[in-house]
């Protein structure tokens, strides 16, 4: 682990891709490291695995990131599928969902600006990773309702997001 994060700060010297790498390795993910500006990484979640790729772009300053997970749609549930990504879209304050039919995915699309040179910190690229999962994993079962069960777009978000109250 590089001595910025373990220290609890990013150090300038750092990439947001070697952030990346440290935290991926403090939470024993499986990581592949495609070059100095990229890496990918496997996560379990509780409703399927997740795949994490990010990408540092120096020109535009942007970590950008990109989490799947699949979801074939039979073709006659496209548009109800499409419906679904855009309400929960809708409800989103960061990041969101694309629809990648073709590839039988849907993404979750979230990018980090760090104009000026900024500094991406550990704290800013663990919060971008647990978004990312935590917001697949509100999302996965909606979207399969929509998918497999067919299910209105309102149907599976009023019963897939339910909070629960109390305790058990």
């Known amino acids: 682990m590089s001595a910025g994060l373990a220290n609890g700060f990013a150090d300038a010297d750092l990439s947001p891709i070697d952030i990346v790498e440290d935290l991926a390795a403090l939470k024993s993910w499986d990581v592949d490291r495609l070059d100095e500006d990229q890496i990918e990484m496997a996560v379990s979640g509780i409703w399927g695995d997740y795949s994490l790729a990010l990408a540092w772009f120096d020109s535009e300053e942007i970590l950008r990131m990109v989490c799947t997970f699949e979801l074939s749609a039979p073709e006659e549930r496209r548009g109800e599928m499409l419906r ?37 910190t550990a704290e800013q690229v663990e919060a971008m990773l647990h978004g990312a999962v935590e917001n697949c994993e509100r999302y996965h079962p909606v979207f399969h309702m929509v998918a497999h069960q067919g299910a209105s777009t309102e149907t599976a978000l009023g019963t897939a997001l339910l909070e629960a109250a109390g305790q058990a």
Do not use: H, M, P, T
């Not at 990041?95 to 900024?118: E, P």
């Open 84 to 120: 679904a990504v855009e309400a929960a879209n809708d409800r989103l304050w960061i990041g969101g969902f694309n629809l990648w039919a073709d590839q039988n995915v849907i993404a979750f699309r979230y990018g980090l600006v760090l104009n000026g040179g900024a500094c991406a």
